[in-house]
């Protein structure tokens, strides 16, 4: 196995498995066409962590987010920014992605309910 920095990389897929995970969404919902607010946080905490860790274009973030237009991810990518430095959750989620990114079976506990079935209503 190569410990390269490039073979360890991780793909956009895995990004997005990641954040479902820690957003406790479905990879549908993320990447489906429901505009609610733990949704479009969750595909903007996505386009973040996909921008800072993979080579892609806006333009091929926005495919693998569901066919989004660059001006959307660009948008999310400053969204994520505001976020980041002003709600303590939204970081905390983008953090747990991140964990979940490095080391998948990890097991990170925290205090938000099941949000899938509320989601998927």
């Known amino acids: 196995m190569s410990t390269h920095p490039e073979a360890m990389a991780p793909t956009s897929r895995k990004i997005i498995d990641a954040v ?9 919902l993320i990447v ?7 949704l479009v946080d969750a595909r903007h905490a996505a386009a973040y962590l996909i921008r800072n860790h993979t080579h892609l274009s806006l333009n091929s ?3 693998v987010l569901g066919g989004r237009h660059h001006a959307m991810i660009i948008s999310g990518l400053r969204e994520a920014d505001r976020l ?5 959750e939204f970081l905390d989620m983008v953090r747990q992605a991140r964990q979940y990114m490095i080391q998948p079976g990890s ?11 509320e ?3």
């Open 32 to 38: 489906g066409k429901c505009r609610k607010r733990h």
């Open 84 to 88: 980041m430095d002003t709600d303590p």
């Open 119 to 121: 989601m998927a209503q």
């Open 107 to 117: 097991l990170v506990i925290r205090g938000v309910p099941s949000r899938i079935n």
């Open 61 to 63: 973030i926005g495919r």
């Open 20 to 28: 479902c995970r820690a957003f406790d969404i479905s990879n549908a």
